[in-house]
C-alpha cells in the first residue's frame, strides 16, 4: 500500500513502523472473512481493512472524529486477521499505533473517560480487584441477573508448594486471575512439582500492563513493565529457566516486552530477555515427560475453548488441545473455534452488546458436542463464559491438577 504520512509522525518510532505495516498490506481482503466485528456488523470500517484505512487516514493528515474512535474501539484485537494475512500484516501494532493517536486527538465524553480510568484504577491491582469482587458478592442478592451472572463464584485458596527442587521457573502471579481464580497457578504449581520443577512467585512483580496498554495509556503500562523486569531480573540471574504463564492474554502482552520496550536504553536488552524466556504452561508441558502425572481422562468430553490470545496472539494453535488428548480427553467438536468469545480483557465492559452477542454465538459453537466441561486458557475468557454457560467453565490446568490429586488419593 502505498502511504503520504505526514513528517511529525514519519519522524517518531511509532510511525515509522506504522509506515512499514501499511505497506505490508495489499488490501486483500482475506481478513475480512475472520474477523468477528465484520460479520456481525457488515460494516467495512468494522474490520481490519477498513479499520487499516483509517489509521492511514490520520497518519497522513486527516482529523479523527469520535466515529473514528468508535470503529477502532469496536476491535477486540483477537487478532484472527492476522492468523489469516497472507501478508504477515501486523495489525495488532497498528492498531495500537492508530489508538494512541486517536486518543490524543479526540475528547471522550467524561462518562468514557471515567469508566476508562476506573478500569486502569481497579483490574490491575488484585488488592482492590478482590475488594471490588467481595462488594459484588455481598450485594449479589440484590443484583438484576444479568449482572448477579457475571460475578465469579468464590474459589477457595489451596496450598502452594515451596520451591524444593534444583529446576525453578518463575510464574505471573496476574491480576484479575489472583483474585478471582488463585488456584489456577497452584494448581500448575503442584503439576510442575511433580515434573521436579519449582515454581517461584515473585511478590515484587504484578500486572503485566496489558490493561494499560489497550487503553493508550502506554507510559503506565511501560511503568508496569519496568516493574516487572527489575522483580525478576535476580530470578533470572540465578538461573530461573522460563517464566511461566497460565493466563494467555498475560503471556502474549509479555512476549511482547521487547519488543515494546526496544527503545529504552535502560531496559531493552533485559525486555528482550524477559520476552524470551516466557512461556504459556502449554508450551513447558509439551516438553515434559508427563507419564509421572499419573493423569487419565478417561474420555471425558471436554470442549476447549482457545483464546485469541493463544492461538493468534502467541501463535501456538492446538497445543492444550493436543495435550488434552495425549491424556486421554475425549475434545468434542468447536465450530468456527478461531473466533473470540468477546471477553477480549476489558472489552466485554466497554462494548457489552458486541461481547455478548459473541459470547452467545461461542457457547452455542462450544456446546453443540455436549460436552461435561468448557476448559479454557485465560482468565478472561473464563470468566466470560462462566457467565452465561450452563454447564462448567475452567481452566485446563485446574482440570489435569483434580485429575492428579485423585489419582494420588487412590
Same mark, same amino acid.
Given at each position: 500500500?502505498?502511504?503520504?504520512?505526514?513528517?511529525?509522525?514519519?519522524?517518531?518510532? $511509532?510511525?515509522?513502523?506504522?509506515?512499514? +505495516?501499511?505497506?505490508?498490506?495489499?488490501?486483500?481482503?482475506? &481478513?475480512?472473512?475472520?474477523?468477528?466485528?465484520?460479520?456481525? *456488523?457488515?460494516?467495512?470500517?468494522?474490520?481490519?481493512?477498513?479499520? +487499516?484505512?483509517?489509521?492511514?487516514?490520520?497518519?497522513?493528515?486527516?482529523?479523527?472524529?469520535?466515529?473514528?474512535?468508535?470503529?477502532?474501539?469496536?476491535?477486540?484485537?483477537?487478532?484472527?486477521?492476522?492468523?489469516? &494475512? %497472507?501478508?504477515?500484516?501486523?495489525?495488532?501494532?497498528?492498531?495500537?499505533?492508530?489508538?494512541? +493517536?486517536? $486518543?490524543?486527538?479526540?475528547?471522550?465524553?467524561?462518562?468514557?473517560?471515567?469508566?476508562?480510568?476506573? *478500569?486502569?484504577?481497579? @483490574?490491575?491491582? %488484585? !488488592?482492590?480487584?478482590?475488594?471490588?469482587? /467481595?462488594?459484588?458478592?455481598?450485594?449479589?442478592?440484590?443484583?438484576?441477573?444479568?449482572?448477579?451472572?457475571?460475578? %465469579?463464584?468464590?474459589?477457595?485458596?489451596?496450598?502452594?508448594?515451596?520451591?524444593?527442587?534444583?529446576?525453578?521457573?518463575?510464574?505471573?502471579?496476574?491480576?484479575?486471575?489472583?483474585?478471582?481464580?488463585?488456584?489456577?497457578?497452584?494448581?500448575?504449581?503442584?503439576? @510442575?512439582?511433580?515434573?521436579?520443577?519449582?515454581?517461584?512467585?515473585?511478590?515484587?512483580?504484578?500486572?503485566?500492563?496489558?490493561?494499560? =496498554?489497550? *487503553?493508550?495509556?502506554?507510559?503506565?503500562?511501560?511503568?508496569?513493565?519496568?516493574?516487572?523486569?527489575?522483580?525478576?531480573?535476580?530470578?533470572?540471574?540465578?538461573?530461573?529457566?522460563?517464566?511461566?504463564?497460565?493466563?494467555?492474554?498475560?503471556?502474549?502482552?509479555?512476549?511482547?516486552?521487547?519488543? @515494546?520496550?526496544?527503545?529504552?536504553?535502560?531496559?531493552?536488552?533485559?525486555?528482550? /530477555?524477559?520476552?524470551?524466556?516466557?512461556?504459556?504452561?502449554?508450551?513447558?508441558?509439551?516438553?515434559?515427560?508427563?507419564?509421572?502425572?499419573?493423569?487419565?481422562?478417561?474420555?471425558?468430553?471436554?470442549?476447549?475453548?482457545?483464546? &485469541?490470545?493463544?492461538?493468534?496472539?502467541?501463535?501456538?494453535?492446538?497445543?492444550?488441545?493436543? +495435550?488434552?488428548?495425549?491424556?486421554?480427553?475425549?475434545?468434542?467438536?468447536?465450530?468456527?473455534?478461531?473466533?473470540?468469545?468477546?471477553?477480549?480483557?476489558?472489552?466485554?465492559?466497554?462494548?457489552?452488546?458486541?461481547?455478548?452477542?459473541?459470547?452467545?454465538?461461542?457457547?452455542?459453537?462450544?456446546?453443540?458436542?455436549?460436552?461435561? *466441561?468448557?476448559?479454557?486458557?485465560?482468565?478472561?475468557?473464563?470468566? =466470560?463464559?462462566?457467565?452465561?454457560?450452563?454447564? %462448567?467453565?475452567?481452566?485446563?490446568? $485446574? @482440570?489435569?491438577?483434580?485429575?492428579?490429586?485423585?489419582?494420588? !488419593?487412590?
Amino acid at each position: 500500500m502505498e502511504t503520504s504520512i505526514v513528517k511529525t509522525y514519519l519522524e517518531t518510532p $511509532e510511525g515509522q513502523e506504522a509506515e512499514k +505495516i501499511l505497506r505490508a498490506c495489499v488490501h486483500c481482503g482475506f &481478513c475480512t472473512a475472520t474477523c468477528p466485528t465484520y460479520q456481525i *456488523l457488515g460494516d467495512e470500517l468494522d474490520g481490519p481493512r477498513g479499520r +487499516i484505512y483509517l489509521i492511514k487516514q490520520v497518519l497522513e493528515g486527516k482529523t479523527p472524529t469520535h466515529r473514528t474512535q468508535q470503529h477502532l474501539d469496536r476491535c477486540l484485537t483477537c487478532r484472527s486477521c492476522e492468523t489469516t &494475512c %497472507p501478508s504477515g500484516v501486523q495489525y495488532s501494532r497498528l492498531a495500537d499505533i492508530g489508538r494512541e +493517536i486517536v $486518543e490524543g486527538k479526540v475528547r471522550r465524553p467524561l462518562t468514557e473517560r471515567l469508566k476508562r480510568f476506573g *478500569l486502569r484504577k481497579l @483490574l490491575p491491582y %488484585p !488488592r482492590r480487584f478482590a475488594f471490588l469482587l /467481595t462488594l459484588g458478592r455481598a450485594a449479589r442478592p440484590f443484583m438484576p441477573d444479568h449482572l448477579r451472572r457475571k460475578l %465469579p463464584s468464590i474459589q477457595s485458596r489451596t496450598t502452594r508448594l515451596e520451591a524444593v527442587h534444583k529446576r525453578r521457573m518463575l510464574v505471573l502471579e496476574g491480576c484479575a486471575q489472583q483474585a478471582a481464580t488463585p488456584n489456577t497457578n497452584a494448581a500448575t504449581a503442584r503439576l @510442575l512439582h511433580r515434573l521436579g520443577i519449582s515454581l517461584i512467585s515473585e511478590p515484587q512483580s504484578g500486572c503485566c500492563g496489558a490493561v494499560s =496498554h489497550h *487503553l493508550s495509556a502506554q507510559n503506565e503500562s511501560r511503568q508496569a513493565m519496568r516493574r516487572n523486569i527489575d522483580a525478576w531480573w535476580p530470578h533470572i540471574e540465578a538461573g530461573a529457566e522460563a517464566i511461566v504463564i497460565t493466563a494467555s492474554g498475560c503471556g502474549a502482552m509479555v512476549k511482547e516486552y521487547g519488543h @515494546l520496550m526496544r527503545h529504552d536504553p535502560a531496559y531493552a536488552d533485559k525486555a528482550a /530477555t524477559v520476552s524470551s524466556l516466557t512461556r504459556d504452561i502449554a508450551e513447558i508441558l509439551t516438553q515434559e515427560d508427563l507419564t509421572s502425572l499419573s493423569i487419565q481422562g478417561g474420555g471425558k468430553p471436554i470442549a476447549f475453548h482457545s483464546p &485469541c490470545t493463544l492461538q493468534h496472539g502467541q501463535k501456538l494453535p492446538g497445543i492444550v488441545e493436543s +495435550i488434552l488428548q495425549r491424556l486421554d480427553y475425549k475434545l468434542t467438536p468447536v465450530a468456527d473455534n478461531h473466533l473470540c468469545c468477546g471477553s477480549a480483557g476489558t472489552y466485554s465492559l466497554l462494548q457489552s452488546e458486541l461481547s455478548q452477542q459473541l459470547l452467545t454465538q461461542k457457547l452455542s459453537s462450544l456446546t453443540e458436542g455436549q460436552p461435561d *466441561l468448557i476448559a479454557t486458557a485465560n482468565i478472561g475468557c473464563q470468566l =466470560h463464559l462462566a457467565s452465561q454457560s450452563e454447564i %462448567p467453565v475452567q481452566h485446563w490446568i $485446574e @482440570l489435569l491438577d483434580e485429575a492428579m490429586q485423585k489419582d494420588y !488419593r487412590e
